[in-house]
Structures are given as structure tokens and as C-alpha cells.
């Protein structure tokens, strides 16, 4: 069965560390592109790190220098280490993945069709 699984998530404090998996059995080797996303009570789901099938990868401004995403393909997880964590990363955070859409910068929301259930992301100040 194809689908993904994300876990990881957890309550930290502001500069706390957290590494979140999606289990991708199906994705990893097939996919043109897959990425996180997160979502805020009140706000739009945004793209935040996503990963090529040539292993380029792209980071929202807000994100970059403090997440890293990237693929274990034998173990077929796509992850997510988020180091130095701010309260403005709280949200539900979702694993996505694209079969056809190449990612060469974030694309939107839209361009992914198949989503994980979310795995929550809590940082306290």
C-alpha cells in the first residue's frame, strides 16, 4: 500500500531540536518531488523544505540554515531535522510528495497530490 506516514513531532522549547519522519514506502525512489509543509491555526499550508529526485534541495527564507530535509532510501523516510526552533515554527507539519512536478525551488501546495496526516510541532518560548 502506498502511503505516508509522518511522526516525530513533540512540545520543545524555543532553540529545542526535533527530527520528523515520514515513512514513504512507494515515494522515495519515485517521486519527481517531495517535501514538508506546515500549517498554523488561522494560516495558509506553506512549503517549507522539499527534496528533487537528483537530491537538490530548497528551503522557505523563514526555514533556511536551521531545517534539513533529506531521504533514506533504504529505509524509504523522508526527513526533516529542525534545529534551533523558534514559537513561529509551531503548526502541523506534513509530508507530501509529487510524482511528476519537479521541485527546483518551493513549489506550492497544490502541485502535490499525495499527504501524510500531519504530525504536530509545538515550541514553547
Known amino acids: 500500500q502506498v502511503q505516508l506516514v509522518e511522526s516525530g513531532g513533540g512540545s520543545v522549547q524555543a532553540g529545542g531540536s526535533l527530527r520528523l519522519s515520514c515513512a514513504a514506502s512507494?515515494?522515495?525512489?519515485?517521486?519527481?518531488?517531495m517535501g514538508w509543509f506546515r500549517q498554523a491555526p488561522g494560516k495558509e499550508r506553506e512549503g517549507v523544505a522539499q527534496?528533487?529526485?537528483?537530491?537538490?534541495?530548497y528551503y522557505s527564507e523563514s526555514v533556511a540554515g536551521r531545517f534539513t530535509i533529506s531521504k533514506d532510501y533504504a529505509e524509504n523516510i523522508l526527513y526533516l531535522q529542525m534545529i534551533d526552533l523558534k514559537p513561529e515554527d509551531t503548526g502541523m507539519y506534513y509530508c507530501?510528495?509529487?510524482?511528476?512536478?519537479?521541485?527546483?525551488?518551493?513549489?506550492?501546495?497544490?502541485?502535490?497530490?499525495?499527504w501524510g496526516q500531519g504530525t504536530q510541532v509545538t515550541v514553547s518560548s
Open positions: 527534496i528533487n529526485s537528483r537530491a537538490g534541495t
Open positions: 507530501a510528495a509529487s510524482r511528476s512536478r519537479y521541485c527546483s525551488t518551493i513549489l506550492p501546495r497544490a502541485d502535490f497530490r499525495s
Open positions: 512507494g515515494y522515495i525512489t519515485s517521486s519527481a518531488c
